[in-house]
């Protein structure tokens, strides 16, 4: 106790826990972002929110690609200053950006069905690919 990785902790749990909280007030199902960022939400709250890394081959349960076809909400989520901005930019996505904690941003789109997502290519596809041209600029 008192410790500063101790209260380093708190802070993070803090933080996921606003987060976790906008999210189900906007019935989010499924949150894209980091491994480290979003992988826990496939263990808290029995998983009701998939978390979908933006790296496929680390999405362990294979989450982005069990998501339906049919419309369904879903959110960004960045803990790295106007990043999140920038991906939805990439993506051609329209929406809002939430802080809900300090150093968190969660963008949700104005529709839950982006015009980006065609039957060949997967909202969660799109999403990876625009989040490697922000990742890694060129």
């Not at 906007?26 to 790296?55: C, H, K, M, Q």
């Not at 990439?90 to 150093?103: I, K, L, M």
Request: glycine share 8%; net charge positive; charged share 30%.
């Amino acid at each position: 106790p008192g410790s500063m990785l101790r209260e380093r902790q708190e802070r993070a749990a803090e933080s996921e826990g606003a987060a976790i909280r906008l999210l189900e007030r906007e019935r989010v199902d499924a949150v894209f972002g980091d491994y480290w960022e979003v992988y826990s939400l496939n263990f808290l709250r029995s998983g009701r929110i998939a978390g979908i890394p933006t790296r496929r081959d680390l999405d362990f349960f294979d989450r982005g690609r069990s998501l339906p076809h049919s419309p369904y909400r879903w959110a960004l989520l960045c803990r790295t200053p106007g990043r999140v901005e920038s991906w939805a930019a990439r993506a051609g996505v329209e929406g809002t950006v939430f802080s809900p904690a300090d150093g968190t941003w969660v963008f949700l789109p104005d529709s839950p069905d982006p015009a980006f997502a065609t039957k060949s290519r997967s909202v969660a596809d799109s999403l990876r690919s625009a989040w490697t041209a922000v990742a890694i600029p060129r």
